[in-house]
């Protein structure tokens, strides 16, 4: 019986290959490649609760009934994802005596990393001092009593400041927490409290669609003021056309704008530009995050906590793509209202600057504003399958509810038909059939693409969301092997060797050569699972027929080599032809000493 033979180093195939012939049978290039699926899947998690608040996870694919615009649609994909609360050891695939050469290089052994992640975004742009403080402390005791040894934990803020990366560090998180104030009010808030007439983003919308009530109520608030704040000298008591307050009083008309009403429009657009502004960095820092997630493996969530903010119209789809971002991802968004139990005092409280006159208008905008304000954080909720906690002071259990994920989410995905691609929104509804006594929370909706995906696009993503996961994916036939060896500087030296079964791939027939190109993405990531490097090659396979049955018996070993620091990685290897378009994902854990 003959030993097994040890698969092919590529270098050594491309030598031999350029002697027997003018076109190498392997070769390295960047190629356009297309593949089956299209960029049309549309993702939808659904969390079901029993009527005692508890996920359920007994339901199958028939259970469901998924609803785009009101039509019925075809659930292509369904997969229930259970939540685990324990961290994954993943087993390092070793090299066999057998194919390992006679150097100093060691099979890595089994190791763990941690499975969890937890990410508080903390909205400085929009919160008040009394906001921050309780639910900041309850961050601080959250992080003191968490169960899950394997967590990493990562402070954020949205203006940008004071924030610790994920660690385990205790003290770190701390310090991170401490600093974080309201000293760097967002511009909203500032304009609220100093502009004359106080101004509001909500009622500054409101000005700039002509609603007759918010004018109202910023003129006469503009009197309030008085001279010395840059106010009117004229006396309050601003004419409303339902008659809200008798004659004497003065009418507002629009049409023939004075002193004040430009002092009140100008007002308004100070404000909707301050407002835009901290939408603006707030949806960016929660982009940024769901970004840095997405490297992370394991289980993942962000808190978000905040008052709540307003997204105008025109931002809608920006939020959409919010949500599905973090849904390809896999990241789970929780919300936490930094509000807690609140009541709105009727035309403000004493600090605001406002006339008796406007003080009913302006509580009615004040209750419509607050609700506005919350819709961002249980959209966001909803459609990642986190949870929206609101209307308490118990920031604790919040903070615990927010930072869980739900212990069953059933995933259920479907491509629209005769789907245009236009833009437009889609209403999505989900229900149970036959099945009672059941909630659901589900995403709103999603917007149709614009225009058709690029194909190097749709694979460059396919390929990155395959290599940001933990998933094991053995649809292709490769192995990964990992080695190392010290060197002289105290540095590692780590060969992570991704081994493909050649003869098993389809091959695209071209006289006497067997076509195929197949992509391997292999990186580390370090014991916090941060990435950390990667590189990614392109085979171009054309392989002559003798070559397929004498030389690729043993298959061909593409080989990617790091220098780093000695300590604990996950090296991850991502492995995608273009024959059949298949791909294999393999990840093993290596203690470097």
Known sequence: MSPTRPPIILAALICAASLCAQTPEVSTKESAVTFKSTSNLVSVPVVVRDNKGHAVGTLGIDDFQLF??????????????????????????????????????????????????????????????????????????????????????????????????????????????????????????????????????????????????????A??????????????????????????????????????????????????????????????????????????????????????????????SERLEEETSLIERAIKANVVIGALDARGLYTQVPGGDASERGSIYSAGPRASMQTQEAMQQSEIMGTLAAGTGGTFYKGTNDFDEGLARTAATPEYLYVLAFTPQDLKLDGSYHN?????????????????????????????????????????????????????????????????????????DVKKLSFRKEADRNLNDVTIETGLFDADGNFVTGVEKVVTLRLLDGTMEKRLQSGIAVKSTFTVHPGRYMVRMVVRDTGDQLMAAQSSVVELP
Request: aromatic share 6%.
């Open 428 to 500: 999505l509804k989900v229900t149970l059939k036959n099945v009672k006594g059941m909630s659901l929370q589900v995403r709103k909706g999603y917007y149709s693409a614009k225009y058709s995906a690029d194909p190097k696009e749709q694979v460059k993503q396919q390929i990155e969301e395959a290599f940001f996961s933990r998933d094991e994916i053995h649809d292709l036939p490769a192995t990964l092997d990992t080695q190392y060896f010290k060197l002289d500087n105290g540095d590692v030296k780590l060969s992570a060797v991704a081994t493909i």
């Open 68 to 217: 785009d615009n009101g039509k019925l649609q075809i659930v292509s994909r369904f997969v229930l994802e259970k939540t685990e609360e324990t961290g994954s050891v993943i087993a390092s695939s070793a090299q066999s005596a057998a194919n390992k050469p006679a150097t100093a290089e060691t099979p890595a052994p089994p190791a763990t990393l941690p499975d969890r992640f937890v990410a508080y975004l903390f909205d400085d742009l929009h919160m008040s001092v009394s906001e921050l403080a309780y639910p900041r402390d309850a961050a601080k005791r959250q992080i003191d009593s968490s169960e899950h040894v394997h967590d990493r934990v990562a402070i954020y803020t949205t203006s940008g400041q004071h924030m610790q990366d994920f660690s385990s560090d205790r003290d770190k998180l701390h310090s991170a927490l401490a600093a974080i104030g309201v000293g760097n009010a967002g511009a909203a808030k500032a304009m609220q409290q100093n502009s004359c007439p106080p101004m509001t983003y909500y009622m500054a919308q409101q000005i700039e669609n002509k609603v007759m009530a918010a004018w109202v109520t």
């Open 219 to 312: 003129m006469d608030d503009l009197i309030a003021c008085g001279p010395a704040a840059g106010g009117s000298t004229l006396a309050p008591g601003v004419c409303l056309p339902t008659g809200l307050y008798p004659p004497p009083c003065r009418a507002v008309d629009l049409s023939k704008p004075g002193i004040e009403q430009n002092r009140v429009a100008q007002a308004a657009r100070n404000a909707i530009l301050a407002g835009d502004r901290d939408t603006e960095w707030a949806l960016d820092a929660l982009r940024t995050v769901v970004n840095k997630m997405a490297a992370m493996p394991g289980k993942r969530g962000i808190v978000l906590i905040s008052p709540g903010f307003l997204v105008q």
